[in-house]
């Protein structure tokens, strides 16, 4: 499985960003994608997550309200609409897949996500 992330840059505080991840070379028919993000000198945190198949989303609290995810099934193709950044919200944003599980909710902890990408930097300058 290759993640393609894009979208990272600089941007003022209370600016907007919006990230994108394309996946190819997946063989199943459905997933979860997804963001992670990991911000100097800290442990990598969980951001959003979405299912391929269903109406079912995820975030974590710090970003609720201010981040959107959206897909493209069609493409494979998630997206982080982010809004209202602060500087705590400076990090190396990394594009996550996982097979979906229907019996199970969205997966939160880093140790359940085997493929990711190659991490994009968002910037926040206050």
């Known amino acids: 499985v290759q993640l393609q992330a894009s979208g990272g840059g600089l941007v003022q505080a209370g600016g907007s960003l919006t990230l994108s991840c394309a996946a190819s070379g997946y063989t199943f028919s459905s997933w979860v994608m997804g963001w992670f993000r990991q911000a100097p000198g800290k442990e990598r945190e969980f951001v959003a997550a979405i299912r391929r198949t269903r109406t079912g989303v995820r975030y974590a609290d710090s970003v609720k309200g201010r981040f959107t995810i959206s897909k493209d099934n069609a493409k494979n193709t998630v997206y982080l609409q982010m809004d209202s950044l602060k500087s705590e919200d400076t990090a190396v944003y990394y594009c996550?897949?996982?097979?979906?599980?229907?019996?199970?909710?969205?997966?939160?902890?880093?140790?359940?996500?085997?493929?990711w990408g190659q991490g994009t930097l968002v910037t926040v300058s206050s």
């Open positions: 996550i897949l996982k097979p979906e599980n229907l019996m199970r909710p969205i997966s939160t902890n880093v140790n359940d996500y085997n493929d």
